[in-house]
């Protein structure tokens, strides 16, 4: 009911507005919506909101005057007036007969409420009558729909309904079923002449009551007065059934007039929100409104939701409500005086009252059309009228019995059920006519209801959609809502409707989150394709009383009660409190079929999407057909070996990546004939573009998976599905050309792994070709729009890495394009960056590529010989691809891959080197020449740069470490290569010895002694080898210099600072035995030959005792040595039975942890020094003049025989043997040395 005009907000008329505000209650104030119904000791709880009024606030009812004659037709009568609404334009005033289809006008206008928060969509008539079952002899004949947990209710005049099919045929079967059924005596009987003019009172009665301009004064009887009443009454007889279900324009526009404002574009779902519609964007229309509406429409003056107690209803009145009173509200009744108010009529004024939220009732008393008096009722006080008291309570439990019994019985949604009761009759029937009608045997048996039911199963899921954006709960409901709508239509007849649905369905399965996102408890919203649950709803419970239930049964006589789906025994047991309560727990499973596996979800999707494309071929004649393809017939994914063709001919093929990428011509033909902006064409575009997106996420999890060939397989489908959607499209939405630059990013993703694994190609290959028969079908619809070829050259299998590398950086490049084209350079920064990335990568993979085909150039040439053309191709080409790398990190930024671009174009520069290297003319390697100096320099130079990038270890340790690695490596070869290749021709030796040493010192510095890591050991052998070389190198200074004795000393504590430096750290390795005894013997040298050049015995005696010092330190090299001989001979004594036959290898394997040349070499040089340092000591031992100590003579008798046991050793003996004779011999001396040396020893 409507808010009194001091309650309403300015300037919102309440004239074809939606109002979510209740009208006043019983007591008065307006501002409460529930009001309590007092019945004796018990209450009602009642509530009423008006959600739509196309009446003006209610004005005062005019009083009339007593002995005014109702017969007399007022001036104003039967004129159109906004107070009567439909009453003002019939004689039936509020009772008019209710249409068949008024159900589904309400239900189409409030879609929210439909499914979950409503029971009952109803006229309010059918409410009234349902009520009243038990106390009326009247038949009931009611259709019955299930949308979700609500119930639709609507007349099912079955006598109208046979007098239409008896012209077109349909429904014989009913007939048949309702004429047995029936008894044969019963037919609908004629009004009499009374009714009609009982009803041509009411309704002069209800004009004479007009206040204001349209009031009327009483005009002369005259003989057009009998006219008028018999056109009214041929209005009554005339058929109200609906002629067809097709509505012509005029119709369309002119149903849907009034109601423009109050329909919610919510309700109208878009072709699902693809990339190509923003969120914010209204929803397209998805049917004209001639099919979508199929001509019925909400023809109420109000639409009220009304809470009876538990039960909440949606109704639709026309009752005329006047102000006035101490009420703002009241309902006017007109009675005979002379005739009492029945239980019928009581109970009828009491819940239209209660429907309509008005506070008090008026009637007005005649006889015989002549004005009597007024009396104002109260509506708590209707029930308790002389001769028709009622139990409020009593209608309660009716109405809620007769709710659980529907909804325990009308379970299936899209089923037609029929609720008929006989007139006279005590029994009530539930029928199921979908499940007759598909057992009739006649061919033509339509279901009148089937087409208004699917529309509204698929619109209630369209307005669910919208609200599944925000909460995905309801996806379940959606689905099975889908699901029995497309299972109602035929798709030659509805093929709009049925593609819609698949769309929906295709869209209800996330491709772009994972399920479990918000919980997967969230999804479980709905599951068995033909029922419905709410877990809410306790009521709803399955009882366990049986014997209360029994009368749910259809156990009555065969002949009456075979077809039935539920009976009532008897009316009266609808006034048993909770006699029936829900038998039948709805949709139990509550399952949406959520796969945690993509590649399941992108089947469901896919199937749904080529469903969608068979509706929408099938409608599309073409003149020009294409010759018609055999679905079973494999279209051949082809592969190439493109080894043989030239980046000119592929540069040409690429061009077709971006081509798709520019905006078309808005009105261009399709392939197919479609007409641009058609349904077919709208519902083509989102279809493609789905199955687009299913294949790439099936191909993103195999890529993920390494199954490189299927990947590869399922990117092309996206890019035939993509380049088919290009063929139908106008313009390409920035999201839509977004989501084409992810694919071609994924493209060359694929691309690259392919290249980078080309041993398992076979796999590969079998992977490509196989083919789903619903891929081949998809395709054959896809072609029948586009060729399907613009993006073949990215998606081929092809057999040579080059190529397929070559590919890759061109679908990323394309990408990179797409993303800074004018149509896209404010969206997607994130995935430009990605792009960027990739693109320096495979710039990266191919520099890297060049690269090593140089290197292995280098390796397979026989005779070093001057550098090719070839070869210096390559280190152009892999230089120009780390300079495109290092520009595209660069631009976003990423300073740790630049860096490992710089490392990589360092270690090019070192293979330019290497190919520099300047040869003798016996073919031996020549001096270090410039050109090597030059790269090795470069080389330097990129690795500076990459720390410099880098800035600290703490960014990237593993990078950071990779490139001092390489810095120090380079710094070494480079100073290994000038001492040992030494320039002399170009240089002299002292410029040379500087730039070895300052080379040398550079590597030293970059190598990490400190920090433990795998290449802490390296560091280390590296770092003695240094202080080795360096000292050797001073030693040389030292032996062949002339002249200048400070430098000559100075070089010569250089070189025994760095003999010492490179002891302690060869002592520190443990496994380099022989670096270290070289190392002690050239000390040793180095002692002696400082000894050569003094004069004075005891300055001799002093450089031989450190020489014998040093040699005994080489006791450590030689356990070394001893140990690993043992480990040796241990495993050569017991062989694998499996390598036995192969024993020489077994040996040189084992023996590969020592160079045994290498050992004997230093055995062969250590033992003439050694014996030489004794004898030397002894001569001047024994030849001294001053008188020897005791400790001198036992150091003398020690030499002397460590001496004699070194003259007396077998050269032939053993390698183990002499090692363990030389560990004897130098343990010996070692105790004599005094404790510095036994420090030195451990």
């Not at 005057?65 to 039967?78: G, M, R, S, Y």
């Not at 119709?251 to 990339?275: W, Y």
């Not at 798709?660 to 279809?687: C, E, V």
């Not at 790269?935 to 270890?953: E, H, V």
Request: glycine share 4%.
């Amino acid at each position: 009911m409507n808010a009194s005009a001091g309650e309403r907000e300015p300037g919102i008329p309440l004239d074809n507005a939606k109002e979510e505000v209740s009208g006043p209650t019983c007591t008065g104030e307006s501002s409460k919506h529930d009001s309590a119904v007092c019945a004796g000791n018990s209450e009602i709880k009642s509530r009423a909101v008006v959600k739509y009024s196309a009446a003006p606030p209610p004005t005062s009812y005019a009083l009339l005057q007593e002995q005014t004659d109702l017969k007399l037709p007022p001036a104003n009568w039967l004129r159109e007036n906004p107070q009567l609404g439909s009453a003002g334009t019939t004689v039936l005033g509020s009772s008019s007969k209710s249409k068949p289809f008024s159900s589904f006008g309400m239900a189409y206008e409030f879609l929210d409420c439909i499914g979950d928060d409503v029971d009952v969509v109803s006229d309010s008539e059918n409410i009234k009558k349902l009520l009243k079952i038990p106390y009326s002899k009247s038949h009931v004949s009611m259709a019955v729909h299930r949308v979700g947990r609500t119930l639709l209710l609507d007349e099912l005049d079955i006598q109208e309904l046979f007098m239409r099919s008896s012209q077109t045929g349909d429904w014989t079967w009913l007939k048949e079923f309702y004429q047995r059924l029936m008894d044969q005596k019963w037919q609908r009987k004629k009004k009499s002449k009374e009714h009609w003019y009982q009803k041509a009172i009411l309704s002069k009665f209800l004009y004479y009551s007009i206040n204001g301009d349209g009031a009327a004064e009483p005009v002369p009887n005259n003989p057009n007065e009998r006219e008028v009443e018999e056109e009214n009454e041929a209005e009554e007889f005339s058929s109200s059934w609906p002629t067809a279900f097709t509505s012509t324009a005029s119709d369309t526009e002119e149903s849907d007039a009034p109601k423009q404002e109050s329909v919610s574009m919510d309700s109208k779902f878009a072709l699902g929100q693809v990339t190509s519609v923003h969120k914010e964007q209204n929803l397209p229309m998805l049917f004209n409104e001639g099919e979508n509406s199929q001509g019925l429409r909400n023809d109420f003056v109000r639409n009220i939701m009304w809470t009876f107690e538990d039960i909440h209803m949606l109704v639709g009145s026309n009752m005329p409500i006047f102000g006035g009173g101490r009420y703002p509200a009241v309902s006017l009744r007109l009675r005979d005086n002379n005739k009492p108010i029945n239980i019928l009529t009581g109970i009828d004024y009491w819940l239209d009252n209660l429907m309509c939220n008005v506070p008090e009732l008026v009637m007005c008393f005649h006889v015989n059309g002549i004005v009597q008096k007024y009396e104002m009722i109260k509506t708590e006080e209707i029930p308790h009228l002389e001769n028709s008291t009622f139990s409020t309570r009593v209608v309660k439990d009716i109405a809620q019995n007769i709710l659980s019994f529907l909804k325990s019985n009308c379970t299936k949604e899209g089923h037609t059920y029929w609720l008929f009761k006989a007139s006279g009759s005590d029994i009530v029937k539930l029928y199921d006519l979908t499940t007759l009608c598909e057992e009739a045997e006649e061919e033509k048996c339509q279901n009148p209801f089937t087409l208004p039911v699917a529309v509204l199963l698929y619109r209630v899921a369209s307005n669910l959609m919208l609200k599944a954006r925000q909460n995905r709960k309801h996806y379940g409901t959606i689905r099975t809502l889908l699901l029995n709508c497309v299972k109602l239509l035929d798709q030659e007849r509805h093929p709009q409707i049925i593609a819609s649905a698949h769309y929906m369905l295709s869209e209800l399965f996330q491709l772009d989150e994972p399920p479990g996102e918000d919980g997967g408890e969230s999804l479980r919203g709905g599951g068995s394709e033909d029922s419905y649950s709410d877990e809410d709803r306790e009521e709803e419970e399955l009882t366990e009383d049986s014997d209360e239930n029994g009368s749910y049964s259809s156990c009555c006589s065969p002949h009456d009660d075979s077809k039935a789906v539920a009976v009532i025994r008897s009316v009266w047991e609808l006034s048993v409190p909770e006699k029936y309560k829900s038998t039948h727990q709805i949709r139990p499973s509550s399952a949406f079929p959520v796969s945690q596996d993509k590649e399941e979800r992108c089947r469901h999707v896919l199937s749904y999407v080529l469903k969608g494309l068979k509706a929408v071929d099938g409608t599309i004649k073409r003149e020009s057909d294409l010759p018609a393809a055999d679905p079973n017939t494999p279209i051949p994914l082809k592969y190439e070996d493109r080894s043989a063709i030239g980046a000119c001919a592929a540069e040409q093929g690429i061009s077709l990546l971006l081509e798709r990428a520019r905006l078309l011509q808005a009105d261009h033909p399709t392939r197919s004939g479609m007409i641009p902006g058609s349904w077919q064409h709208r519902m083509k575009l989102q279809l493609f573009l789905k199955a687009s997106k299913a294949y790439y996420v099936l191909s993103d999890a195999a890529t993920n998976l390494l199954k490189y060939g299927r990947a590869l397989r399922y990117i092309k489908l996206s890019l035939q599905c993509y380049d088919a959607y290009c063929s139908v499209s106008g313009t390409l939405h920035p999201q839509v050309l977004q989501f084409h630059s992810q694919c071609l990013s994924l493209c060359g993703d694929i691309q690259l792994m392919l290249a980078q694994n080309a041993n398992n190609r076979a796999a590969y290959l079998e992977e490509y070709s196989y083919q789903t028969k619903e891929d081949q079908e998809i395709l054959h619809s896809l072609h029948r729009e586009s060729s399907c070829q613009a993006f073949n050259m990215a998606a081929d299998l092809a057999m040579d890495p080059e190529y397929q590398l070559f590919v890759s950086s061109k679908c990323y490049e394309a990408a990179y394009e797409l993303l800074v084209s004018e149509a896209l350079k404010d969206h997607a920064s994130d995935q430009l960056a990605q792009v960027l990335k990739r693109l320096g990568n495979i710039h990266n993979e191919m520099g890297v590529y060049y690269m090593n085909q140089a290197a292995a150039m280098q390796t397979e040439k026989e005779v070093k010989k001057s550098v090719s053309v070839v070869e210096q191709e390559m280190w152009k080409k892999s230089f120009a691809f780390f300079e495109k790398g290092m520009k595209n990190f660069g631009a976003i930024e990423d300073s740790t891959n630049t860096a490992l671009l710089l490392c990589n174009t360092g270690r090019l520069m070192r293979i330019c080197a290497q190919a520099h290297c300047a040869l003798s003319s016996d073919q031996s390697r020549g001096e270090f020449s410039p050109e090597e100096a030059l790269y090795y320099n470069k080389a330097i130079d990129y690795y500076s740069r990459a720390i410099k990038s880098l800035k600290s270890r703490d960014n990237h340790s593993a990078v950071w470490d990779s490139v001092i690695w390489e810095l120090s490596t380079t710094y070494f070869t480079l100073a290994t290569l000038l001492q040992d290749y030494a320039p002399l021709s170009r240089k002299a030796q002292e410029q040379i010895e500087r730039e070895v040493t300052e080379a040398m010192m550079k590597s030293l510095k970059y190598c990490d002694l400190q920090t433990e890591s795998a290449r802490q050991p390296l560091y280390q052998y590296r770092a003695a080898t240094i202080h080795h070389r360096l000292a050797s190198m001073y030693h040389s200074c030292v032996r062949n210099q002339v002249g200048d004795e400070h430098l000559r000393k100075q070089h010569r504590s250089l070189a025994e600072l760095h003999y010492s430096k490179a002891v302690s750290l060869f002592l520190s390795l443990k496994d380099a035995p022989c670096e270290l005894l070289r190392t002690l013997l050239e000390r040793v040298a180095f002692a002696e030959f400082t000894m050569a050049g003094q004069s004075s015995n005891a300055a001799k005696l002093k450089s031989l005792t450190g020489a014998v010092e040093i040699m005994t330190e080489t006791r450590h090299a030689f356990q070394l040595i001893q140990k690993e001989l043992l480990e040796e001979q241990t495993e050569l004594s017991e062989p694998d039975p499996a390598e036995s036959a192969a024993c020489p290898d077994v040996a040189a394997g084992l023996a590969s942890g020592l160079n045994l040349q290498e050992v004997m070499k230093l055995i062969a040089v250590f033992e003439p020094s050694f014996s030489f340092l004794l004898l030397q000591l002894i001569k001047l031992m024994t030849t001294m003049k001053r008188k020897p100590s005791n400790k001198d003579e036992e150091l003398l008798k020690t030499y002397k025989n460590v001496y004699s046991k070194l003259l007396r050793a077998e050269k032939n003996t053993p390698l183990h043997s002499r090692v363990e004779l030389h560990i004897e011999l130098l343990q010996q001396l070692t105790p004599q040395t005094g404790s510095d040396d036994t420090g030195t020893d451990s």
